[in-house]
């Protein structure tokens, strides 16, 4: 019946084990890494204190890189959050295959990023795609458009981005609105509320608080979003119009084999984004004073 | 009426958008290569073929793929659900000095993307002697699915009435035997949402098996089709049907167990 510390601590061996070797220990060691020149095979490696940070601040590449990031963190999160939301309150109404369609609009987040992106690419293929067909069949556009040339790559990657992660938002946003009271709409009925006015008077003040952690955690994963961004431009060609952050980092370390300065970008990156929730907790708590 | 016409409007878009693209990568998929290219498009294939997927399977390595795919995704599971399950126990049931710190530090070893720590990882990986293996990419996706299994399986196993194994144990029940009979059933649900979790992650991964996997035997789906897709000139057919064939066993498996699944998200998120 006694349950002793040491069998407890002997439980969680392996988990601190494995988080502590392949987590904890890479994100120390990416420190020390930034300091150094180092090849991302060979062993060599030379001691460089914070020379990579001095050149990544007069890199026209790294500020590309960022405006990029920010781009398309900006834009894929509002629209995300608009359509998300909008499918949220819809699915929070009763109807016949309400359900099944709850199931239905997670696929597009549940299936792999290479089948998410070789779907959009085949949709927007110049020559061939649906899209392409449906905007010349009404008339919208004369001739066919170039989707994934450098023009409109940021577009089309933003559209399969959001198509890719609004389920997300889908599931958190209806997770709570299934818990609002229902007395709560009833009383603003009383007091004869239009539906915008339900919403925003009641859903709203509601459910600020997950539209808060939403925020938070779809701009954190966005702007180090990764798989869908190279998948989308590949390396060469019209890759350099979306290098975000993450994909320069990528670049840095196993295309120009330069680990020590992937790893300082690395270090950059998880700056940036702890200034940025530091801003952001402030100005919420700020506007919770006021308020 | 009009209530009832826009709440019906809304959800005809809501599926089109959800369910479309993917019914036109089945429809592509099952149609001879004449029909692909054809103008005007035809929504549903006229002759429907599996040519796409034979071709897929006799002339790629798209097997041996998913073969990897399967395997890894797999092992991922079991290791993943066994240490957390282990770990989760532990921070419920024993008390010991430190515990709800280390809870929450786990937590947040969560809130870094791979993609920060990539490098320094792959060094690492690189002098343990264990790249280019499958068991590198088990390692990876164990570490990174455990912060959340662990937390989910806590809150689950903290619903557990601490009593009902006290009972078991009073009857004479080994410790092993009252979790193994009595618990782990009880937390059932749970088990089965982080396992779904952790094979998910396992089977869309791109970055680790990017970075960590060279041999083209070893490579699992996402980073295999990748290189089919670059190979020459896209054949349009045979990478929709390999679309189709790493998207059934996710929605499957998804199907199967959807209530699990939206219990367990609704505790916690999930990554991406």
Request: net charge positive; hydrophobic share 55%; charged share 10%.
């Given at each position: 019946?006694?349950?002793?510390?040491?069998?407890?601590?002997l439980?969680?061996?392996?988990?601190?084990?494995?988080?502590?070797?392949?987590?904890?220990?890479?994100?120390?060691?990416?420190?020390?890494?930034?300091?150094?020149?180092?090849?991302?095979?060979?062993?060599?490696?030379?001691?460089?204190?914070?020379?990579?940070?001095?050149?990544?601040?007069?890199d026209?590449?790294?500020?590309?890189?960022?405006?990029?990031?920010?781009?398309?963190?900006?834009?894929?999160?509002?629209?995300?959050?608009?359509?998300?939301?909008?499918?949220?309150?819809?699915?929070n109404?009763?109807?016949?295959?309400?359900?099944?369609?709850?199931?239905?609009?997670?696929?597009?987040?549940?299936?792999p990023?290479?089948?998410?992106?070789?779907?959009?690419?085949?949709?927007?293929?110049?020559?061939?795609?649906?899209?392409?067909?449906?905007?010349?069949?009404?008339?919208?556009?004369?001739?066919?458009?170039?989707?994934?040339?450098?023009?409109?790559i940021?577009?089309?990657?933003?559209?399969?981005?959001?198509?890719?992660?609004?389920?997300?938002?889908?599931?958190t946003?209806?997770?709570?609105?299934?818990?609002?009271?229902?007395?709560?709409?009833?009383?603003?009925?009383?007091?004869?509320?239009?539906?915008?006015?339900?919403?925003?008077?009641?859903?709203?003040?509601?459910?600020?608080?997950?539209?808060?952690?939403?925020?938070?955690?779809?701009?954190?994963?966005?702007?180090?979003?990764?798989?869908?961004?190279?998948?989308?431009?590949?390396e060469?060609?019209?890759?350099?119009y979306?290098?975000?952050?993450?994909?320069?980092?990528?670049?840095?370390?196993?295309?120009?084999?330069?680990?020590?300065?992937?790893?300082?970008?690395?270090?950059?990156?998880?700056?940036?984004?702890?200034?940025?929730?530091?801003?952001?907790f402030?100005?919420?708590r700020?506007?919770?004073?006021?308020a | 009426?009009?209530?009832?016409l826009?709440?019906?409007?809304g959800?005809?878009?809501?599926?089109?958008?959800?369910a479309?693209?993917?019914?036109?990568?089945?429809?592509?998929?099952?149609k001879?290569s004449?029909?692909?290219?054809?103008?005007?498009?035809?929504?549903?294939?006229?002759?429907?073929?599996?040519?796409?997927?034979?071709?897929l399977?006799?002339?790629?390595?798209?097997?041996?793929?998913?073969?990897?795919?399967?395997?890894?995704?797999?092992?991922t599971?079991?290791?993943?659900?066994?240490?957390?399950?282990?770990?989760?126990?532990?921070?419920?049931?024993?008390?010991?000095?430190?515990?709800?710190r280390?809870?929450?530090?786990?937590?947040?070893?969560?809130m870094?993307?791979?993609?920060?720590?990539?490098?320094?990882?792959?060094?690492?990986?690189?002098?343990?002697?264990?790249?280019?293996?499958?068991?590198?990419?088990?390692?990876?996706?164990?570490?990174?699915?455990?912060?959340?299994?662990?937390?989910?399986?806590?809150?689950?196993f903290?619903?557990?009435?601490?009593?009902?194994?006290?009972?078991?144990?009073?009857?004479?029940?080994?410790?092993?035997?009252?979790?193994?009979?009595?618990?782990?059933?009880?937390?059932?649900?749970?088990?089965?949402a982080?396992?779904?979790?952790?094979?998910?992650?396992?089977?869309?991964?791109?970055?680790?098996?990017?970075?960590?996997?060279?041999?083209?035997?070893?490579?699992?789906?996402?980073?295999?089709?990748?290189?089919?897709?670059?190979?020459?000139?896209?054949?349009?057919?045979?990478i929709?049907?390999?679309?189709?064939?790493?998207?059934?066993?996710?929605?499957?498996?998804?199907?199967?167990?959807?209530?699990?699944?939206?219990?367990?998200?609704?505790?916690?998120?999930?990554?991406?």
């Open positions: 019946m006694k349950r002793h510390a040491l069998t407890g601590w439980l969680l061996a392996p988990s601190l084990l494995l988080l502590g070797g392949l987590v904890v220990f890479p994100i120390l060691y990416n420190l020390w890494l930034s300091l150094f020149d180092k090849h991302a095979f060979m062993p060599v490696q030379r001691f460089v204190g914070l020379q990579h940070y001095v050149y990544f601040a007069h026209a590449e790294f500020w590309a890189s960022v405006q990029y990031g920010v781009i398309y963190a900006g834009s894929t999160l509002v629209l995300q959050l608009l359509l998300g939301v909008s499918a949220a309150l819809l699915l109404e009763a109807f016949r295959g309400r359900n099944l369609l709850r199931g239905i609009v997670l696929f597009p987040y549940m299936i990023t290479i089948v998410a992106v070789i779907l959009w690419k085949w949709l927007l293929n110049d020559s061939y795609g649906l899209v392409n067909h449906w905007l010349l069949a009404a008339g919208l556009v004369q001739t066919p458009v170039a989707w994934l040339g450098k023009d409109h940021m577009t089309s990657l933003v559209i399969t981005s959001v198509w890719q992660f609004f389920p997300f938002v889908v599931v946003y209806l997770a709570r609105l299934q818990t609002i009271a229902p007395e709560l709409y009833e009383a603003a009925k009383v007091d004869g509320a239009g539906a915008w006015r339900r919403f925003r008077h009641v859903t709203l003040p509601q459910t600020r608080n997950v539209l808060f952690v939403i925020v938070l955690l779809r701009s954190i994963f966005m702007f180090t979003k990764f798989d869908t961004v190279w998948l989308m431009a590949g060469g060609g019209v890759s350099r979306v290098r975000t952050l993450p994909v320069y980092a990528y670049a840095r370390s196993f295309t120009y084999l330069q680990a020590g300065m992937g790893a300082a970008l690395a270090v950059l990156m998880f700056l940036m984004l702890l200034a940025v929730t530091a801003a952001y402030r100005v919420l700020d506007e919770e004073a006021v | 009426m009009r209530r009832r826009a709440l019906y409007g959800g005809l878009v809501l599926l089109v958008i959800g479309f693209p993917l019914a036109w990568m089945l429809s592509t998929a099952l001879p004449g029909e692909i290219f054809a103008t005007p498009p035809t929504l549903v294939p006229k002759v429907v073929t599996l040519e796409n997927f034979r071709r399977f006799a002339e790629t390595s798209f097997l041996t793929y998913f073969t990897n795919s399967v395997a890894v995704s797999l092992a599971v079991l290791l993943t659900l066994s240490v957390s399950a282990l770990g989760a126990y532990a921070l419920t049931r024993f008390v010991f000095a430190g515990r709800e280390i809870a929450g530090l786990i937590l947040m070893t969560y870094f993307a791979p993609i920060m720590i990539i490098i320094p990882f792959y060094i690492l990986v690189k002098q343990l002697g264990i790249v280019n293996t499958r068991l590198a990419l088990v390692l990876s996706y164990t570490t990174f699915c455990l912060p959340f299994c662990l937390w989910l399986l806590r809150s689950f903290h619903a557990i009435p601490l009593e009902l194994e006290e009972a078991a144990m009073v009857d004479g029940a080994s410790l092993r035997r009252a979790v193994w009979h009595i618990v782990l059933p009880l937390a059932l649900p749970g088990l089965i982080a396992g779904i979790f952790t094979f998910i992650l396992a089977w869309n991964d791109f970055l680790f098996a990017l970075v960590l996997i060279t041999s083209d035997e070893l490579k699992t789906l996402p980073v295999g089709v990748n290189d089919l897709f670059n190979a020459t000139i896209v054949d349009w057919g045979m929709m049907a390999a679309g189709v064939m790493i998207t059934v066993p996710t929605i499957a498996f998804f199907a199967a167990v959807q209530r699990y699944l939206i219990q367990g998200w609704g505790a916690g998120g999930v990554k991406g």
